[in-house]
């Protein structure tokens, strides 16, 4: 099984968003690799959220637009 933390680079903010998408059932190579990846362009690499805290607080509509 591959380990989803070493996946994702160390990134706890990016592992929570990976188990997210996988729980309500997406497709994970087809759907769950790709989104993750576009949040952490969107989000993680651009500084806006870089723990959980900040993912906690952020915009919940703004998250959603991936």
Do not use: C, H, P, W
């Amino acid at each position: 099984m591959i380990d989803v933390l070493e996946q994702r680079n160390g990134s706890i903010v990016l592992m929570v968003v990976d188990v997210a998408f996988t729980s309500i059932g997406l497709n994970y190579f087809t759907v769950v690799v790709l989104k993750v990846g576009e949040f952490s362009k969107k989000f993680v690499e651009s500084g806006e959220i870089k723990n959980l805290k900040e993912i906690v607080k952020a915009d919940i509509n703004n998250l959603r637009k991936v």
